[in-house]
T-cell receptor
Framework: GAGVSQSPSNKVTEKGKDVELRCDPI?????LYWYRQSLGQGLEFLIY????????KSGLPSDRFSAERTGGSVSTLTIQRTQQEDSAVYLCASSSERGNEQFFGPGTRLTVL | GNSVTQMEGPVTLSEEAFLTINCTYTATGYPSLFWYVQYPGEGLQLLLK?????DKGSNKGFEATYRKETTSFHLEKGSVQVSDSAVYFCALSDTGANSKLTFGKGITLSVRP
């Protein structure tokens, strides 16, 4: 079946603009995760959804970052007033209710000019 | 908190050489341990995992054994191929399903023909 998909694959924006990144998890997967991969920080956890609720938001770096998930499926990560340090690859992963294996999407490369 | 430490890279080997990539961790309780691989231009893929002490994960000729006494999960392969060139990440998650991953910084492996 289809894997995790993310859009857009690349996003270039100007400092101060808002961006929205989308994740479509594997059908039937109840858990959804956002991570960020950057040269300086490696792979960092951002937020975890179980269904539509987010029991763990501990990795969000500032209040400019938010995420939502609707219908227990698609998730959107929003970054407001982007800064150059937000430039990174944003990865989404999903897992089944019983599994601890996370399946990753191809990522969205965000470049803030 | 949880943390994962990987050996410094990059690593360059000749084809058919023996590979060891060191990984140690700090965690409370009994985490699950993972090796993820990122091939050039591709997304993160699970390579192997182990969920309890003394378990050995294996896949594609790679192996890693969960050593609780040394808090290690070193990755080994007896004979590397050019196609193994990739970035390798060691990771852990807390006990139970649907827990966020904590990653090491990753190490780039290049295999020469």
């Amino acid at each position: 079946g289809a894997g995790v998909s993310q859009s857009p694959s690349n996003k270039v924006t100007e400092k101060g603009k808002d961006v929205e990144l989308r994740c479509d998890p594997i059908s039937g997967h109840t858990a959804l995760y956002w991570y960020r991969q950057s040269l300086g920080q490696g792979l960092e956890f951002l937020i975890y959804f179980q269904g539509n609720s987010a029991p763990d938001k501990s990795g969000l770096p500032s209040d400019r970052f938010s995420a939502e998930r609707t219908g227990g499926s698609v998730s959107t990560l929003t970054i407001q007033r982007t800064q150059q340090e937000d430039s990174a690859v944003y990865l989404c992963a999903s897992s089944s209710e019983r599994g601890n294996e996370q399946f990753f999407g191809p990522g969205t490369r965000l470049t803030v000019l | 908190g949880n943390s994962v430490t990987q050996m410094e890279g990059p690593v360059t080997l000749s084809e058919e050489a023996f590979l060891t990539i060191n990984c140690t961790y700090t965690a409370t309780g009994y985490p699950s341990l993972f090796w993820y691989v990122q091939y050039p231009g591709e997304g993160l893929q699970l390579l192997l995992k182990a969920t309890k002490a003394d378990d050995k994960g294996s896949n594609k000729g790679f192996e890693a054994t969960y050593r609780k006494e040394t808090t290690s999960f070193h990755l080994e392969k007896g004979s590397v191929q050019v196609s193994d060139s990739a970035v390798y990440f060691c990771a852990l998650s807390d006990t139970g399903a649907n827990s966020k991953l904590t990653f090491g910084k990753g190490i780039t492996l290049s295999v020469r023909p």
